[in-house]
Each structure stands twice: as structure tokens, then as C-alpha cells.
């Protein structure tokens, strides 16, 4: 049995002062008791939270999640040490060749000890996305859903794809979305110039999820003077979609993080990282697949500067971001990098601090700065 004590535990609408019983890798109770137990952990003074849940992310520390199963097996340990306990390793468009290749990857990943978090999955960002839209991800590569490439490739690894970004656009008689679903994978609009009617059926058909709003995300239009919405006025429109935001302070800024916030709620939305994986290097240069990027003022640009390719952020940036820029409320900031997430994800057992929940914990100062981590009980080293 261990205890862990605070005066500033965030609950699902409150800060608790009290303590966090964890036996075996769960939490058996959450009171303001004090009982015996074999290991006791002070964090008085500190924020105890639930584990952070990263849904979007292409590596980190150096480590690619699209390489082996050793860069993975690093980039998931540390991301861990700010405070993400369950994370979606993200694969970019590319010859699908490599994408099968960088799922089987990931797939040996979750398979490994040495993870010491969770890998809820591959998230799939492509090929199936706008060429209009195509952001850092490389055009060459992008594609309309191919049935004779997607359904063998799903049907062999299913078990392992959480997500699939892709442009409902391009998915005319909802096929490929109706696949998604059949064999249980999240679909998420992304990367996408879809007006109003495309996002309406999509969503009919079971894509719930917007992939990093505002970034590569179509807006209104006019059609012979006719405005239409696009899919952030859609996003808004739906009371039931849920949406992903970077929220690093780079690719959104603080207004409209609170704009998205104030219309969406915290109940609806996920913080993402869509960091690459040179998040926490002091390299200024890489590559995402095919496209060549640099990193300038805190965030990955494409080389001409035309526009951002991705984040070097850490899920603790994020909260951090949300609250001290953004003038977020602590408890809902952590809810949309815990729980919203992991309701996106279908994940009943993470995302609270609550009797018979994984016992993912992450415990941090007044300036969202990880100092421990617990990830499935077991506290994990973060020097």
C-alpha cells in the first residue's frame, strides 16, 4: 500500500486536501483518512494530479515515434518524466509501406517493459488528408482513402490503431470512416478542407473528434457569394464534437485559447502536444518523414517560414500555457489534458483521481513544473 499526502489534490472540480490511497497499481481511495502503509509520500505543498494523456505526438527527447521500437521505447520515457502517463505515438503520411512499418514498431513498443507509461496506440495522421491543407505533412504523400490500401492494413493491426486523422472531403461516400468505426478506431477530421456538409455526415458516421482546430483546419468560404462554414464554425456549431488544440502559446495564441475554451468547454477539449521529436533537445533542425523543418521562437517552422510544423512543447508547457497565459482554471486546464482525453480515447480507467482508477499521477509546483511521477503506482525518476 502506499499514501500519497497533499493539501492540493485536483479532483474532477476541485483542489482536496487529504490523501491518495494506491495499492497494486490502482487507486483503492481518495479521503481525508490517514491510514497505514508500507510506502508514504509527502507531496504536501505540491499539486497531485491525474497522469497527462498526450493523443497527438511524434516524439520527443530526440526520439522519433515513426523509427525503431528503441527510439519509441525513449521518446515515451520522456515524455513520462513531464507528467505524460499514457500517450498516442504518432505516425505522418508517407508511403504506406512505412507507415505499416512504424505501427509494427509502436506495436513492439507496447509490448515492452521498459515503457514504464502507457501507449493507448498508433495515431494514423494520413495519408488520407487535404493537399490544401497539408501543413508540415508531406503533399507527395497524401492520397483519397484507398480501399485496397487501408482495409488489408487494418484488418492486420487494428488492435493496435487508436485514431486516424483524415480530410472527410475526400471520403465522398463515407467508407472509409464507416471502417474506422467498424473495427473500433477513433476518427478525427484533420488536415482537412471540409465544409459544413462533409463535417455533418462525417460525424453521422462516427468521426467525433477535430485534430488540432484552428491548425490546417478549413474556415468559411464564399461559393458564388454564398458563405459555408468550414470546420472550425462546425466544431463550434456541434455541442458533441470534441477538439484537440496545440496549446503551446505558439500556434494558438492566449485569446483564442480562451475563445475555444469559453465556446467548447473543458469537457470537450484535449490538449495536444503535436510535438516532433526534437521537443526537450537543443537542436535546431530535423525532419518529419520527408519534410525538412527548423526551430525558431520556441516552435518547429517549415523552412521557409511559411508556417509552423509541429511543437517542442511537453504536456506540462500545455497546462502551464492554459493557466498562466491563457487565464485558464487550474482544475479545468488538467481536465482537458486528462479526462476529456481520455474520454476521447474510450478510456475508463485513467483521466481521475477516483477509487479503481490506474493509479497515473503526476505532481507538480505552482509553476506546472513535474516534480514526481507515479505511472501505473510505480514512482518513476525524473532527474
Known amino acids: ?137 508531406c503533399p507527395t504523400h497524401i492520397t483519397p482513402p484507398v480501399e485496397e490500401d487501408y482495409l488489408p492494413f487494418i484488418k492486420e493491426n487494428a488492435d493496435v490503431i487508436a485514431r486516424w486523422t483524415y480530410a472527410p472531403e475526400n471520403d465522398t461516400d463515407e467508407k472509409f470512416v464507416k471502417t474506422l468505426q467498424e473495427y473500433g478506431i477513433i476518427a478525427s477530421a484533420g488536415h482537412t478542407d471540409a465544409i459544413y456538409d462533409d463535417m455533418r455526415r462525417a460525424f453521422e458516421n462516427g468521426c467525433a473528434l477535430v485534430t488540432h482546430l484552428y491548425s490546417c483546419t478549413s474556415t468559411v468560404t464564399r461559393d458564388h457569394g454564398f458563405r459555408r462554414l468550414g470546420v472550425i464554425e462546425t466544431a463550434y456549431l456541434m455541442d458533441d464534437l470534441f477538439v484537440e488544440i496545440i496549446c503551446d502559446g505558439k500556434h494558438l495564441p492566449p485569446e483564442l485559447i480562451r475563445l475555444i475554451y469559453r465556446i467548447k468547454g473543458a469537457d470537450r477539449i484535449a490538449l495536444v502536444t503535436d510535438s516532433l521529436a526534437l521537443a526537450g533537445t537543443e537542436q535546431t533542425h530535423g525532419f518529419m518523414q520527408d519534410t525538412e523543418f527548423i526551430i525558431e521562437d520556441g516552435v518547429c517552422k517549415l523552412m521557409d517560414r511559411s508556417a509552423f510544423a509541429g511543437s517542442i512543447a511537453t504536456t506540462d508547457r500545455l497546462v502551464r500555457v492554459a493557466v498562466k497565459e491563457a487565464g485558464i482554471s487550474l482544475p479545468d486546464a488538467v481536465r482537458m489534458m486528462t479526462l476529456t482525453p481520455a474520454r476521447i480515447m474510450g478510456l475508463t480507467n485513467k483521466g481521475r483521481l477516483a477509487v479503481g482508477m490506474d493509479a497515473d499521477i503526476a505532481v507538480f509546483d505552482e509553476d506546472i513544473r513535474v516534480q514526481a511521477v507515479f505511472a501505473k503506482g510505480e514512482m518513476i525518476g525524473i532527474g
Open 1 to 137: 500500500m502506499k499514501r500519497i499526502k497533499s493539501d492540493q489534490i485536483i479532483l474532477e472540480d476541485r483542489l482536496f486536501d487529504g490523501y491518495v490511497y494506491v495499492e497494486s497499481g490502482i487507486i483503492t481511495d481518495v479521503t481525508t483518512e490517514e491510514r497505514p502503509a508500507n510506502e508514504v509520500f509527502d507531496m504536501t505543498g505540491y499539486y497531485v494530479s491525474p497522469g497527462f494523456i498526450d493523443i497527438h505526438t511524434h516524439g520527443g527527447g530526440g526520439y522519433r515515434f515513426e523509427g525503431s521500437t528503441e527510439e519509441i521505447v525513449h521518446g515515451c520515457n520522456f515524455h513520462l518524466k513531464h507528467g505524460t502517463t499514457a500517450i498516442c505515438p504518432t505516425v505522418s503520411a508517407a508511403p504506406f509501406a512505412s507507415m505499416a512499418a512504424s505501427a509494427q514498431s509502436i506495436r513492439a513498443a507496447m509490448a515492452d517493459p521498459r515503457v514504464k507509461g502507457t501507449i493507448l496506440g498508433v495515431h494514423m495522421e494520413g495519408p488520407y488528408l487535404s493537399a490544401k491543407q497539408a501543413g508540415a505533412q
